[in-house]
């Protein structure tokens, strides 16, 4: 089941506006160009920033997203009509050929049990033209990321057109070995309500991954560091053999 800041109809319009800079997604659209890819796959679209940002480039977009609620948000944005949006996981799509499939932010990381990690990858690979391409990025463990995770250093306050000022702030709850769970809370100051949301993020080696995608049937060119965020994040460009 989606985490309630997607699939909660009260929390998922909060997800543009209380994180407005995209900028990951530049590096996204970058290899889409590389690869003269125009027809996408995007995993995990969410509210359809990216999907919306290559339908707008002229390419074919499918989101698929399990998150009810953030596709709502998707498709009421100006130029969703351009994008084919599925309700659903990767895992059961409808035919499609695509040039390239990706899971931008923590998409990759958010499918955290090992079965449903093979079933995404052999979705986009089923997905995927023998020599089309799978883009994801996920954290690397070494960094220890979740260690910043409190009400501390991520407290913020934003004013969000139509609900007012929201206070948002993340807690780290429990790290069980890959497992990384943390609670993210959202304080309306129009009434004092508070609405909270628990994660569970799966923080995976480079060779883990790796490993995963051979077993999935793909060859791993590249493994890139992420420019908004280096030494601090894999980026995988996994091919399915032609």
């Known amino acids: 089941m989606p985490d309630a800041q997607f699939a909660d109809p009260r929390l998922a319009p909060l997800y543009d506006p209380l994180d407005p800079d995209r900028g ?3 590096a996204y659209v970058a290899l889409a160009e590389r690869f003269g890819a125009r027809r996408v796959l995007d ?42 949006w599925i309700h659903g ?59 910043a995770w409190n009400r501390t250093a991520s407290y913020a306050r934003t004013d969000v057109p139509g609900t007012g000022a929201v206070a948002h702030w993340v807690e780290l709850l429990d790290v069980t070995g890959p497992l990384v769970t943390f609670r993210s809370s959202y304080e309306f100051a129009a009434d004092g309500r508070v609405l909270t949301s628990e994660s569970t993020l799966r923080f995976r080696e480079r060779e883990e991954v790796e490993a995963d995608l051979a077993a999935a049937g793909f060859v791993v060119d590249e493994v890139l560091d992420a420019p908004d965020r280096p030494g601090r994040e894999f980026v995988f460009v996994a091919r399915r053999p032609a």
């Open 89 to 147: 996981h990767a895992g059961e799509l409808p035919p499609l050929t695509v040039d390239l499939a990706t899971m931008t932010a923590n998409v990759a990381q958010a499918v955290t049990g090992p079965n449903d990690w093979q079933v995404t990858l052999t979705g986009a690979r089923a997905a995927l033209r023998p020599g089309g391409r799978l883009v994801f990025e996920t954290r690397d463990p070494a960094v220890r990321a979740w260690e």
């Open 43 to 84: 995993i995990g679209c969410g509210t359809g920033v990216f999907a919306l940002l290559l339908a707008a480039r002229g390419l074919d977009v499918v989101g698929v997203d399990p998150a009810g609620a953030s596709l709502d948000v998707a498709r009421a944005k100006p130029g969703a009509e351009r994008v084919r």
């Open 24 to 26: 990951d997604l530049d």
